[in-house]
C-alpha cells in the first residue's frame, strides 16, 4: 500500500501527529478525534508505525482522562477506554483496507472518514450494550462528535500537507491530493 509519507523521511511526523491530537483534545475535554486519527494515520503512515502511532495516542488519551481530568476508576468507565480502542483499531484496519488498492487521494480519504466513523459508531454501540452505556448515542450526541472528527480529520490532513511542504527533510517530500 501506497501512503500519503515517504518512509524514512518522515521521522518527525507520527509523534508530531500523536502531539497534535493529544494536546489539542486537551482543550475539547472528552471529544478525542480517534477516528480523524485512525483514518489520517492510516493515511499517512505505514501500517506498523501508524498502528502505534494510534494506539500511542489511545493511551495518552487515557492517561490525560484518568490522571488529569480525574476520571473515576471502575469497570465502566475503564471498559469505556478499551472500548474506544478497540473501535479505533477498528477504523484503522478499514481505512488500511480501503488505501490497499491506490495512493489516499483526497475522496478516497474523505470516504474512508465517513465510513470509518459508521464503524467506529456501531463498534462502540455493540459494545456499549455490555455496560449499559448506550444513553451516550442520542442523535446529539453522534452529530457532536461526528463534527469534532470532520473538523479534526480536516486539521491534520491540513497540518500534514503544510509540514510535508515546508520541513520535507523532517516529514517526508510532499504529496499532492488528488481529488479522486
Same mark, same amino acid.
Given at each position: 500500500m501506497d501512503t500519503l509519507a515517504t518512509h524514512g523521511r518522515d521521522w518527525a511526523w507520527p509523534p508530531t501527529f500523536?502531539?497534535?491530537?493529544? !494536546?489539542?483534545s486537551l482543550a475539547a475535554a472528552c471529544l478525542m478525534p480517534f477516528v480523524a486519527v485512525a483514518?489520517?494515520?492510516?493515511?499517512?503512515?505505514?501500517?506498523?508505525?501508524g498502528l502505534i502511532t494510534v494506539?500511542?495516542?489511545?493511551?495518552?488519551?487515557?492517561?490525560? =482522562?484518568?490522571?488529569l481530568l480525574g476520571y473515576p476508576v471502575n469497570a465502566p468507565t475503564i471498559g469505556s477506554g478499551f472500548a474506544l480502542c478497540?473501535?479505533?483499531?477498528?477504523?484503522?484496519?478499514?481505512?488500511?483496507?480501503l488505501f490497499?488498492?491506490?495512493?489516499?487521494?483526497? =475522496?478516497?480519504?474523505?470516504?474512508?472518514?465517513? !465510513?470509518?466513523?459508521?464503524?467506529?459508531?456501531?463498534?462502540?454501540?455493540?459494545?456499549?450494550?455490555?455496560?449499559?452505556?448506550?444513553?451516550m448515542f442520542t442523535a446529539e450526541i453522534v452529530i457532536l462528535i461526528g463534527s469534532n472528527e470532520a473538523l479534526w480529520f480536516a486539521g491534520l490532513l491540513l497540518a500534514?500537507? !503544510? !509540514?510535508?511542504?515546508?520541513?520535507? =527533510?523532517?516529514?517526508?517530500?510532499?504529496?499532492?491530493?488528488?481529488?479522486?
Open positions: 500523536a502531539a497534535i491530537a493529544v !494536546l489539542g483514518v489520517i494515520a492510516a493515511g499517512t503512515l505505514d501500517g506498523r508505525r494506539v500511542a495516542v489511545w493511551m495518552a488519551n487515557q492517561i490525560v =482522562g484518568f490522571g478497540a473501535s479505533t483499531l477498528i477504523a484503522f484496519a478499514l481505512a488500511r483496507w490497499a488498492a491506490a495512493a489516499p487521494a483526497l =475522496g478516497r480519504m474523505l470516504f474512508a472518514g465517513l !465510513l470509518c466513523f459508521a464503524a467506529y459508531e456501531v463498534a462502540l454501540y455493540a459494545m456499549a450494550h455490555l455496560y449499559g452505556g448506550t444513553d500534514h500537507q !503544510l !509540514l510535508t511542504r515546508t520541513l520535507p =527533510g523532517q516529514f517526508g517530500a510532499p504529496t499532492p491530493l488528488r481529488i479522486a
